[in-house]
């Protein structure tokens, strides 16, 4: 497999499919994946079979089923046992060709449930933390319009220099929001990242996600156990139980 | 009996073979030695070590704890001499044949005692200072901590010569070769005195005493120290 | 020796030069040596970590005869240094250098693995999802959050290398004004019986070291919590 | 002095007794100290911490001196023990775990304040909402999350102290079976040219100091994650 | 003030007020906080003024509004700059006074918006670390009955010896409310205790709490975003916006 073929450079035209795709109509989301957790005699075993043609997914299920662990092994923070990722035809990981994109080529906006905010970071800094290259971090007072941009989408004007301890559960999430969508990701992978949030800024928030949907076609996958997040913002709903795929469907639910 | 006995660090081989024999002609008792350099021991001492016996390595410490009144004056004996050498590693062609020589470019560095703190760096300077060659020789000394590290300089040919003791030459035969026993202005003579706190008196007084007989002074000699002149 | 002020600015800079271009050297070597610990798994690890905490456990004066063989013109280093190079290491200020930074390398080596392991691994792989490099990981998340104990070890480190004698005066002698440091002067002085030479270079010694630690203190970022 | 095993014997039981008991000290002392620094605010806070890192920037042969001065049977505290009772410190054992003790002091100290600062003071008011008063939070909280750090100044701080001889020769001779370390055998043997002896005995302590070390990392928790 | 009268004994009838009362019908919750949070030049100012007979109290609002540092001003984890804090007459903190019960005294559960669980303790330790007396903790295989009943009651057992690094984020928030509920306490402040769930699991734990206060009459005061929440757990709704209450409805909503 080529490997540099694999890693197209950003295009500009963001819906058009990646250089080397694999039909002629990829599916947005291809994902196999086993991953056995152990502890003790315990053991938790992930075994997820999924293609998928919508753009826009939510991942639901029981607590404990097994979502955020595949949230994990598609951006590439843990290495399946086994299993291949393709998103839009675009292959992250392919055990089988022994081939696995480092976490920082996939391209990926990933919302963490605890937020993973940088601690000793404002919430500007934590922001624009993926627009500076090099080894320095943002400045305390560096500014980027795109940073602005969702500073003002979100409403944390108040708070951008406050650092996370310093904020509150909602604005921590909305901040941890922020500082996916601000590298213009190929796909986001979202966990939970409404849950800290009252009605009204959840429907904000929402609104301003399909807003940026409508703009550049970035395929989603979002953990929720809101009906409503996932009838507004999802083509496909799939269930997820004791590490399994129970439910499927085809279309909108 | 325990008897401490505070020696200088030069005297460690050898008062470790003198005690077998002190013990076995003072049935009971037992001696206990404490080395470090004569400063070292001097300011314990001042500060309330229970030693019984105090042999320093030269005569200004012993002076100083006198002036002090923490030896017995009275008691005080001169026990051994040593003598100053100069010194070259073995490997060495063309050792200096007089003081003089160490002025030539041959010798960059020669290893010292330090004068402030080392009796054997003192006795060098005096030497030098008396010979007129100091202010050649003071550029390329190698100040030394104590007379063994000035030993390992020359040992491991890192400098050109170096002032040591004779009995430590002896230490390290085929490392370094004496180039010249070097005569000092004052003797080098190593005083020991019984303590004036001292819960033993008489047996500290025996032993310094002691180390003045023939069998004691046999061994010290075995070690490459010389009669108290 | 002078007890004036101006006796004890001479070793004084020649202390900072040593104390500092030895910490400098921690800093580097301390850290690598202390995250290599701390995130690789190799067998034999515990042991290399307790092999790296031995120039700790050994009187400075045998390591500095240890070393004296090593860097000395007939050790192995040496020698090849002074063969190739026609650089002669001992009794040198760097001489100096090299027996401060060993002497004091395990302090930094130690504060730094732990540091780095209890820096959230999360934290890590989010800055590596946001498109960073290992590198910029590490400088931009990693560094910054074990930066705290890191500089514990690092000012401890300093502090030794501005008191440590022993192996310094072994390898780099004492020769006044070229390798004397204020650590052997003092101790020149208390053996000598010179009480208020030495009183006043330990007043020297201390007020330096305190003011340097005063001045690092301002390195530490605010408190940093663990959590996000 | 044998170089047979058993020459070895008697000074590796001291040097282990005087380092453990010089450790356990600082246990005590050094965590206090760093707790102190690392919770309570008040004026003079960087001094006193910069002031407490002192005995390691003193060259050990001076601190020792320093210690001779205070704890001989003239100085303040050993005067006052010997009239009132009966104790002589100097020359005795316990006189060597005290010069260990003390210039091992700062490395458990900074270990621990530095420790203790990376607790996420959250997790502590979680335990006092569930009813324990603040010696239990410590001992059940805090202490357990900042027990690695900790750990690791206290491996740096028996090492020093299996290693120290300039500070305890001073206020503790050299006696052997008394008060002869296995670190001042070393430098005796060293000084009195017996390479093969000092080379042995110092084997023996770094391989006592490697199963130290080795056995005390069993007692690290399993990596602790700062987040819950 | 008499401190000793403040503190009574536990009392077996818990629903009976304790010893020294306000009045004949004290109120449940009878806050007065004002607290000044400032960072570089902005400030956030909390200022809730609140007596509410209800025992059941439902803390709603933005993202920010402050409901987060009323509970920990609550449960003496801040301090007010001035204030008083009452529950059914049991008087904490009073600042007029100079009286200030510290937290530990205040026998409220808490159940923090991140959780708090402690990361050097299993599922099970966590959840009996208050049982155990004394400078331990408990052991990892110490059992106690109340500890079993709320691992059965919130499906803990496949996880009780997983630290907390170990499980989901829904495991966890289960793990903080079955420790606090564990101590039996005088209150309940819930952060957010269901967000991390799905909708059958929130609806098994509404049920067991809503058995909790059938058996032992333990006032809440419970901070959501969720409407369901609030109607089914709650007997006032208390809105919260800009660090002041803007409604206060007596009676349910
Ligand atoms: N390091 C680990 N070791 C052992 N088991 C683990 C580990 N990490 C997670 N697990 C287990 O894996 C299972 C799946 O966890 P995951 O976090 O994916 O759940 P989830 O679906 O995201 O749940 P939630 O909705 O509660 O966040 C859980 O039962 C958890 O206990
Ligand atoms: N240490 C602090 N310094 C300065 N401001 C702070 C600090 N802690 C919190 N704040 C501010 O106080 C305000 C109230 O925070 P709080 O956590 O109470 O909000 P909340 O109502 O719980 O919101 P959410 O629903 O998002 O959790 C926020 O605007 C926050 O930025
Ligand atoms: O014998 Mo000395 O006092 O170490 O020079
Ligand atoms: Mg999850
Ligand atoms: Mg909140």
Redesign the interface.
């Known amino acids: 497999m080529d490997d540099t073929a694999l890693r197209p450079g950003r295009s500009a035209t963001r819906p058009a499919p990646p250089a080397a795709t694999e039909a002629a109509r990829p599916p947005t989301w291809a994902l196999r994946l086993q991953r056995r957790?152990r502890?003790?005699d315990?053991t938790f075993t992930l075994d997820v079979d999924l293609t998928l043609a919508q753009p826009h997914m939510a991942l639901?299920?029981?607590?404990?089923?097994g979502?955020?662990q595949t949230l994990?092994l598609i951006?590439?923070?843990a290495r399946p046992d086994a299993g291949r990722v393709a998103i839009a035809g675009r292959v992250l990981h392919d055990s089988a060709a022994g081939f696995s994109l480092?976490?920082?080529?996939?391209?990926?906006g990933?919302v963490?449930?605890?937020?993973?905010?940088?601690?000793?970071l404002t919430v500007r800094q934590n922001i624009g933390?993926?627009l500076r290259?090099?080894?320095?971090?943002p400045g305390r007072s560096a500014d980027a319009p795109q940073v602005e941009r969702w500073v003002k989408a979100f409403h944390l004007q108040?708070?951008v220099?406050?650092?996370?301890?310093?904020?509150?559960?909602?604005?921590?999430?909305?901040t941890a929001l922020a500082?996916?969508l601000v590298?213009e990701p190929d796909a986001l992978l979202l966990?939970?990242p409404f849950?800290?949030?009252?009605?009204?800024?959840?429907q904000a928030l929402r609104r301003e996600l399909l807003d940026l949907r409508a703009e550049v076609a970035v395929p989603t996958l979002l953990i929720t156990?809101d009906?409503e997040d996932a009838e507004l913002l999802a083509d496909a709903v799939v269930q997820l139980q004791a590490g399994r795929v129970v439910s499927a469907p085809e279309g909108v639910r | 009996a325990e008897l401490t006995v505070s020696a200088a660090a030069s005297l460690n081989n050898a008062f470790q073979e003198l005690a077998p024999a002190f013990e076995a002609a003072h049935p009971g008792t037992k001696l206990q030695y404490n080395f470090a350099a004569s400063g070292a021991l001097l300011q314990q001492i001042a500060k309330g070590a229970p030693v019984d016996v105090f042999v320093s390595a030269d005569q200004a410490t012993m002076d100083q704890a006198q002036a002090q009144g923490l030896v017995k004056r009275e008691q005080r004996r001169n026990v051994m001499s040593n003598s100053l050498v100069l010194i070259v590693p073995a490997a060495s062609t063309q050792p200096p044949r007089s003081l003089g020589d160490l002025a030539q470019p041959a010798y960059q560095r020669v290893a010292i005692g330090l004068p402030a703190s080392v009796p054997v760096g003192r006795y060098t300077q005096q030497v030098l200072q008396a010979a007129g060659l100091w202010t050649a020789i003071e550029p390329r000394m190698i100040g030394a901590n104590n007379v063994r590290q000035a030993l390992d300089y020359v040992a491991r040919g890192e400098v050109d010569a170096g002032f040591v003791y004779a009995t430590d030459a002896a230490l390290v035969p085929g490392k370094v070769k004496v180039a010249l026993t070097v005569p000092t202005t004052e003797p080098i003579l190593y005083p020991a005195a019984p303590m004036a706190g001292s819960a033993q008196p008489e047996l500290a007084q025996r032993f310094v005493q002691w180390l003045l007989s023939p069998p004691a002074q046999a061994v010290l000699a075995r070690h490459g120290f010389g009669q108290p002149r | 020796m002078g007890s004036s002020f101006s006796g004890a600015l001479v070793p004084l800079l020649l202390t900072l030069k040593v104390a500092g271009w030895a910490t400098a050297i921690n800093l580097v070597l301390g850290i690598g040596a202390g995250l290599l610990l701390a995130r690789a798994r190799f067998p034999g690890r515990d042991l290399l970590d307790a092999a790296l905490t031995l120039p700790m456990v050994m009187p400075p004066t045998v390591l500095g005869y240890y070393l004296l063989v090593l860097i000395g013109t007939q050790g192995p280093l040496g020698g090849w240094l002074l063969q190739h190079f026609g650089i002669r290491l001992i009794f040198s200020w760097q001489a100096a250098v090299i027996a401060a930074a060993v002497v004091s390398f395990p302090l930094v080596f130690k504060a730094a693995r732990a540091a780095f392991e209890t820096v959230d691994p999360q934290l890590e792989d989010a800055a590596r999802s946001l498109g960073l490099g290992e590198a910029a990981v590490f400088f931009r998340v990693t560094l910054p959050l074990a930066w705290r104990g890191i500089l514990a070890g690092l000012l401890l480190a300093f502090a030794r290398a501005l008191g440590e004698f022993g192996a310094t005066l072994m390898v780099a002698g004492s020769i006044p004004g070229k390798t004397q440091t204020l650590s052997i002067a003092v101790y020149e002085a208390v053996q000598a019986g010179q009480d208020d030479v030495a009183n006043f270079l330990v007043g020297v010694t201390s007020l330096t070291c305190i003011a340097v630690l005063l001045a690092a203190g301002r390195l530490a970022p605010g408190r940093v919590l663990a959590r996000g």
């Open positions: 957790l502890h003790g315990q639901v299920g029981p607590s404990g089923a979502k955020t994990k951006a590439g923070m480092p976490a920082r080529q996939r391209r990926l990933y963490f449930q605890d937020y993973a905010l940088f601690p000793h933390f993926a290259r090099g080894w320095l971090n108040a708070i220099d406050h650092y996370p301890h310093q904020i509150s559960g909602g604005q921590r999430q909305r500082r996916a590298t966990d939970e849950a800290a949030l009252d009605r009204p800024l959840r156990h009906d």
